[in-house]
């Protein structure tokens, strides 16, 4: 079988979560989709927005391009925005035994498309608007299931919530660990910690190869920690966190995302929450996640009012950002890429600026000093910046100019 992942036009509603890496990458219930996509097709061929390709096509090697021949003759067409969910791979499995085409649509566009001999998909290079046309030109008939797509960022908070145990149970099942106490398990008999205290009521805990954990933790599943994360002594972490690798935590940490080689390692509470990579907060920062009236958290993406019919929603935070000691974050907040936060965060914060509204002050983080600090971070985790990884930084800038506007001025670097 052959998958197709590709990105849409709505991409941009799910920044900044996505600003800085294909939507497939996002992580969310210990899985990103294209973990899933690889381990049910021979082949899988992705179509995203030009500034990834470079990055895309170095850090997910051998994926399928039209070198390596012609695609299968069943081909699975999926929107990059598809939640990863185990279930949901399931379900299309057996849609695909059948031999039978078929077309999947959400509210907010096509979900998936089976392409099978009895109405083939046309040879040749695809992109994302050729192909979602071929898929219309197809008349496919609708298939009765259900694929749930994220439609904005906070709704990777959601499906955490919603999909974290089937994804783990699902690991469980295909993977080698080691049950190291009850309901807790380990890729390689990582240690506890002394004094540790799980909780597996609700859900697994899985630690996965080369994780290191201090004394006086707290686990209440589910919960999964990322190779090579470090969780330092006195963190708890709660109800639906999924850690990726490289990363150091502290502190509380509930119902989050935090992306591979991000910081939090010092005490302050993170809650419902997305941190891309590379992040670092501060000690003491802290988010809300409940507003004080205890209704419904509305979000603000570019200036568009989002109902997201949640209680708790924490922070959706861009790559690269980094918080100054004592940082506090309002509820449901988007932090751009690469900005640098100082005091209290009462509005959404754009990408690559200086916020500190608390002390009368916000101004544009300059690129240079952008690509310096990123050069920085990479050599103390033995990681090579790349001519690409500066280039996204770029971009991103460049992509973002209209963010950085004050009484219809640019800022001031």
Known sequence: MHIILFEDHRNTQLFP??????????????YQLIDLARRFADNVEVIVRPYLKEIVKLDYPNLWTETNGKRAETVLVLNARVVPHID????????????????????SGIAC???CGDNPLPA?????????????????????ESVPMFEYAHDIVRHQLRIMNDNLNDRLRNGAYQEIADGVFSADGT?????????????PIVFEKGVKIGPFCYFRGPVY??????????????????????TKVGGEVECAVIESYSNKQHHGFLGHSYLGSWIN??????NSDLKNTYGEVIMDYNRLKVKTGMQFVGSIIGDYAKTAINTSIFTGKTIGACSMLYGFITTNVPSFVNYARTFGQVTEVGIDTLVQTQARMFARRNVEQRPCDIQLLRDIYEMTRHERQLANEPLQL
């Open 17 to 30: 979560a996505t600003i800085a890496r294909p939507e497939f990458a996002l992580n969310t219930g210990t």
């Open 88 to 107: 949901i791979f399931n379900v299309l499995q057996e849609h695909i035994k059948q031999g039978v085409s078929g077309v999947i649509t959400a509210p």
């Open 113 to 115: 498309a089976l392409f």
């Open 124 to 144: 040749g290079a695809v992109g994302a608007s050729q192909l979602t046309g071929i898929i219309d030109d197809a008349h496919l008939p609708p298939l009765n």
């Open 191 to 203: 240690p506890l910690g002394q004094y540790a205290v799980t909780d597996a009521s609700e859900g």
């Open 225 to 246: 920690v990322g190779p090579n994360a470090r969780i330092n002594g006195y963190t708890a972490l709660k109800d639906a966190v999924t850690l990726g690798n490289t």
């Open 281 to 286: 907060l501060g000690a003491g920062t802290s």
